[in-house]
């Protein structure tokens, strides 16, 4: 089975973001489903989305507590009970024991100030996102750490479309 025009071929910051557009399908965020790819000379080191830390109940089990204290998006990062994206790609890499030092990072959304300085001392050197998010001092610091972000927009697809059947048949 073909999904793809051979003409129609993503590039590799097309191919990685659609890899962190499918990271956030499997959050368990009711506000924002958010996905995340560290990459180094065209491999994937790691991969992340926003959710409870593992064996803990979830939002969509519990409810968001951020949504029952009105808190707004953007503030009060601790007062969540799921663990961002970024920060789930860094831990996968620290725990599989792969260094990411130089990698790139694409993520569906631009990071939080707690993920900018996690990805700071990271060495991650470079970010590109699909959308962005109101964080100032976030992005003053990775200005100041010397990381290039980039803004990427890539076409939607639908992953639903893609039969799986039919690619192991």
């Not at 499997?26 to 989305?49: E, F, M």
């Not at 830390?53 to 204290?69: A, F, I, N, Q």
């Not at 994206?85 to 707690?114: D, H, K, M, R, W």
Request: glycine letters at 8%.
């Amino acid at each position: 089975m073909k999904l793809n025009n051979i003409n129609n071929r993503p590039s590799w910051h097309e191919y990685f973001m659609r890899i962190a557009m499918l990271a956030a399908t499997r959050s368990t965020c009711l506000r924002r489903q958010v996905g995340a790819v560290i990459v180094k000379d065209k491999k994937v080191l790691a991969t992340g989305y926003n959710g409870s830390p593992s064996g803990l109940k979830h939002c969509l089990e519990v409810g968001c507590m951020r949504e029952e204290m009105g808190i707004p998006s953007g503030q009060r990062h601790e007062l969540c009970r799921a663990i961002h994206a970024e920060q789930n790609a860094i831990i996968q890499a620290a725990t599989s024991g792969v260094s990411i030092s130089g990698g790139t990072l694409y993520s569906t959304t631009f990071p939080c100030i707690l993920c900018a300085k996690m990805l700071i001392n990271a060495q991650i050197k470079e970010i590109y996102i699909a959308e962005g998010y109101p964080d100032d001092l976030s992005r003053e610091m990775l200005d100041e750490a010397g990381i290039t972000i980039h803004r990427l927009t890539i076409k939607n697809v639908d992953l639903s479309d893609i039969n799986v059947e039919d690619m192991i048949k």
